[in-house]
């Protein structure tokens, strides 16, 4: 069979220092990773089993671009996070046979329309609409997991401006990457191309057109966002 017409290409990243790009498959993303982001946020902390939610790989945009500010909202959010991308098939697996699993490290915004996803939370109903809408999964070019080496104490931190809005580090994650990796893989057949956007920290806040936002993580390639005029 041929196809009735064409649809957007698979979303290539760049990986650094490499001509050949990683193809994004699915996007999983974390909620309440870090503690005191939950707080903000209404929540107690505990150790209760991670959960998720998705954003199609549409919604991925490259660090350096300029988006629109996006439609039906008047609150939207940047959270930044460490990305994993996955490298091997991962089914079933313990978190001690995760690294084997890992392609390599990002830094990304899991951008948020926070006051559709509280209305939503509020009614129980999903998230979709406050995460899943386009341009909202910015992410760096990736770094080889080889080459960055493992999270614990590097720091990462969002930049407006000369303001930095969050600020923690990668040790302060309730779950940890390998301990993300073996759950999620309880779940999902985990293959090369599914990303994971493991949380973001405190300090999550609204963003408008204009602002320039700048995500890092030691060891790490930026990401950078630009909020351009609503449509
Ligand atoms: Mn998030």
Redesign the pocket.
């Known amino acids: 069979m041929s196809a009735l017409f064409a649809v957007p290409p698979t979303p290539l990243v760049p990986v650094r220092g490499e001509s050949d790009a990683y193809p994004v498959h699915r996007i999983f ?3 309440r ?1 870090f503690a005191e982001h939950a707080a903000e946020m209404g929540f107690e902390v505990d150790r209760e089993a991670p959960f998720y939610f998705t954003k199609p790989p549409s919604c991925i945009v490259l660090s350096g671009a300029e988006i629109p500010y996006p439609p039906g909202t008047s609150n939207l959010h940047h ?1 930044l ?1 460490l990305v994993v991308a996955i490298g091997g098939p991962a089914f079933r697996i313990a978190a001690e046979e995760a690294e084997a699993a890992i392609f390599g490290y990002a830094c990304g915004f ?1 951008m ?1 329309r926070r006051d559709l996803q509280l209305a939503s939370r509020a009614k129980q109903r999903p998230w979709s609409l406050g ?1 899943a809408f386009e341009n909202s999964a910015a992410i760096s070019e990736i770094t080889r997991a080889a080459e960055f080496g493992k999270p614990g104490e590097q720091r990462i931190w969002l930049e407006i401006g000369d303001h930095v809005r969050q600020d923690a580090h990668l040790s302060d994650l309730i779950w940890s990457v390998p301990e993300l990796i073996s759950h999620l893989s309880n779940f999902y057949h985990l293959v090369p191309g599914d990303l994971i ?1 493991t ?2 920290p405190a300090g999550v806040g609204a963003v408008l057109p204009g602002d320039t936002l700048k995500g890092q993580i030691e060891g790490l390639e930026p990401v950078v966002l630009t909020i351009g005029a609503a449509e």
């Open positions: 993303c974390v909620g990773n959270e996070e899991d948020t995460k956007y949380g973001t």
